[in-house]
């Protein structure tokens, strides 16, 4: 696929996928979407790629829905009247399912500005890497509107159901350092020194066992929604499938010729 609105760029085992609508803060567009979904099915079907980065070119990670667009759309319309809305949410929806069962590690590098449908995508991530300047805002709650796809959970579940109402009622900035503190950052780094630092994470990541990076992101999505003694089955089932596996197998031969392991791609 031609892309247009995004950019894709393979760096050494990461596949880079970049919001590339500067002039617009990378809102979130139907053709957008479309091209996103397509670099997400490239990274997922490439062997090379062990790792999957997003982020935002200019100023924003991403100001969330194209709001511009949708306005012209209820324009038209003449009348109250959100069935626009839902085609291109449930749109949304299908992408966003594909960053959180995509079997590789999915990294947020947000490099400025993220709001509202940027923070639904971000906490649907399994990491979340944050430039120093970056600023992080519901939104919702300023133009009536609210989270569809997960973004009220995935916060609650973040940072607890406390700090996440203050971020949804309020719809106010906060700072990476405040986001951090609060559970949802996992590293916040000079501006300067965002890409250098994620491609150092990406290349630890593939170090590891896909098949195994693959199995653990899966049992902690699913465990979250499980009681602790089905998540701990849940978890044994896996850990019986792992031991069955050609990576479980080389990792013991690696740490006893005390070399680094070489895992199999997916």
């Not at 209820?74 to 839902?86: I, T, V």
């Not at 923070?119 to 805002?137: G, K, L, N, Q, R």
């Not at 089955?233 to 990576?247: C, G, K």
């Amino acid at each position: 696929m031609e892309y247009k609105l995004i950019l894709y760029e393979k760096r050494g085992p990461g596949g880079w996928i970049t919001l590339n609508r500067p002039e617009e803060s990378n809102s979130v567009s139907p053709e957008l979407l479309q091209e996103l979904s397509a670099a997400l099915d490239e990274s997922r079907a490439d062997p090379e790629v062990r790792a999957v980065v997003l982020t935002g070119a200019g100023r924003a990670f991403c100001a969330g829905a194209d709001l511009k667009g949708g306005l012209k759309l209820q324009q038209s319309l003449k009348k109250p009247d959100g069935s626009w809305m839902m085609g291109y949410i449930k749109q949304f929806e299908l992408v966003i399912r594909k960053i959180k069962t995509l079997p590789k590690p999915v990294i947020a590098a947000v490099n400025g500005v993220v709001c509202a449908g940027g923070i639904e995508t971000i906490v649907c991530c399994d990491m979340i890497v944050a430039a120093e300047s970056a600023s992080f805002s519901d939104a919702h709650s300023r133009y009536a509107l609210l989270p569809g796809l997960g973004g009220g959970l995935g916060l609650a579940r973040a940072m607890g159901p406390f700090k996440a109402k203050e971020m949804l009622f309020t719809a106010d900035f906060f700072t990476a350092r405040d986001m951090a503190s609060a559970g949802l950052v996992n590293h916040v780094v000079p501006d300067s020194e965002l890409v250098q630092f994620v491609d150092r994470l990406v290349n630890k990541l593939a170090e590891r066992s896909p098949l195994g990076l693959a199995r653990m992101k899966q049992l902690i999505n699913d465990g979250l929604d499980l009681p602790w003694d089905v998540a701990v089955r849940y978890e044994m089932l896996n850990l019986e499938a792992q031991a069955h596996s050609e990576d479980f197998y080389e990792g013991l031969k690696a740490f006893n010729e005390k070399r680094p392991p070489r895992f199999s791609a997916l």
